[in-house]
C-alpha cells in the first residue's frame, strides 16, 4: 500500500490554467508538506500544515493555495498557471513529534506551456 | 541564501568502490542532519540520519562522519553498488522545528 499517494503523477497544461493536485498519506501523520523541486533538482518547502493549520508557508506566490480538508490529505491548488511553475511537486508527510523523518510522495511533474 | 551546501554536484564511482559526498551548513543552531536518497521518478527518502553528539554512525553499508567544528557532514556509501545510483541529499533542520533545509543534491553514478 502506498504511504503518501499523490494524482497526477504528470501534469501538462497552458498557461493561465487553473490545476490542482491531490495528496492522500495513510500513514496516521498529523503534519503534511508541499515541497517544490526545480530543474536543478533543489527542493524547497513550500507549506506545512499540523492537523489541518496552515504552519509554514514560504514565500510562495498567492496563486498557489493548498487546502487540507483533514489530516491525511493535503491538497495544493495553482491558479493562473505560469512557465516558471513547471516542477516537480512533491507532498511529504511526517509526525509532528518526528518532524524532520519526512515520508515522501512520488511527486507530480507539472509541465507548462 | 542556501543553508546547507553539498560538494560534489555529481559522482561516477566504479562497482565497489567508495562513494563520498560532503555537506557543509552555516547556522550553528541546527542539530538533525539526514541524508535522503532520490531515485528517478521517485520521492526522496529518508536514508541514514545523525544529530552532533556524535561523530559518526553506520547502517550497513552507509556511514555519515560529522565533524561538528568545521560544521561539515558526509556520506560514505561502501562497496558501491549500481542500485546505489541516485541523487543523494543532505539536510538540516532545528530540533523541534519542522523546516528541512536540503542541499541541492548529488548524483552518484555507480558503474559496473
Known amino acids: 500500500d502506498t504511504a503518501v499517494s499523490q494524482t497526477p503523477k504528470y501534469l501538462v497544461t497552458q498557461m493561465g490554467n487553473d490545476k490542482s493536485i491531490k495528496c492522500e498519506q495513510n500513514?496516521?501523520?498529523?503534519?503534511m508538506y508541499w515541497y517544490k523541486q526545480d530543474s536543478k533538482k533543489f527542493l524547497k518547502i513550500m507549506f506545512s500544515?499540523?492537523?489541518?493549520?496552515?504552519?509554514i508557508n514560504e514565500t510562495v506566490p498567492n496563486r498557489f493555495s493548498p487546502k487540507s480538508p483533514d489530516k491525511a490529505h493535503l491538497n495544493l491548488h495553482i491558479n493562473s498557471l505560469e512557465l516558471g511553475d513547471s516542477a516537480v511537486y512533491f507532498c511529504?508527510?511526517?509526525?509532528?513529534?518526528?518532524?524532520?523523518?519526512?515520508?515522501f510522495g512520488q511527486g507530480t511533474r507539472l509541465t507548462v506551456v | 541564501q542556501q543553508q546547507v551546501k553539498q560538494s560534489p554536484q555529481s559522482l561516477i564511482v566504479q562497482k565497489g568502490g567508495i562513494s563520498i559526498i560532503n555537506c557543509a551548513y552555516e547556522?550553528?543552531?541546527?542539530?538533525?542532519f539526514p541524508w535522503y536518497q532520490q531515485f528517478p521518478g521517485k520521492g526522496p527518502a529518508l536514508l541514514i540520519a545523525?544529530?552532533?553528539?556524535?561523530s559518526e554512525k553506520k547502517e550497513g553499508r552507509f556511514t555519515i562522519s560529522f565533524n561538528k567544528s568545521a560544521k561539515q557532514f558526509s556520506l560514505h556509501i561502501m562497496d558501491s553498488q549500481p542500485g546505489d545510483s541516485a541523487t543523494y541529499f543532505c539536510?538540516?533542520?532545528?530540533?523541534?522545528?519542522?523546516?528541512?533545509?536540503f542541499g541541492k543534491g548529488n548524483q552518484v553514478v555507480v558503474i559496473p
Open positions: 511529504a508527510s511526517s509526525t509532528r513529534e518526528r518532524q524532520t523523518e519526512a515520508f
Open positions: 500513514l496516521g501523520h498529523d503534519t
Open positions: 500544515y499540523n492537523n489541518k493549520e496552515l504552519i
Open positions: 547556522n550553528t543552531a541546527f542539530d538533525y
Open positions: 545523525i544529530r552532533p553528539d556524535v
Open positions: 539536510a538540516a533542520s532545528i530540533g523541534g522545528n519542522n523546516r528541512l533545509a
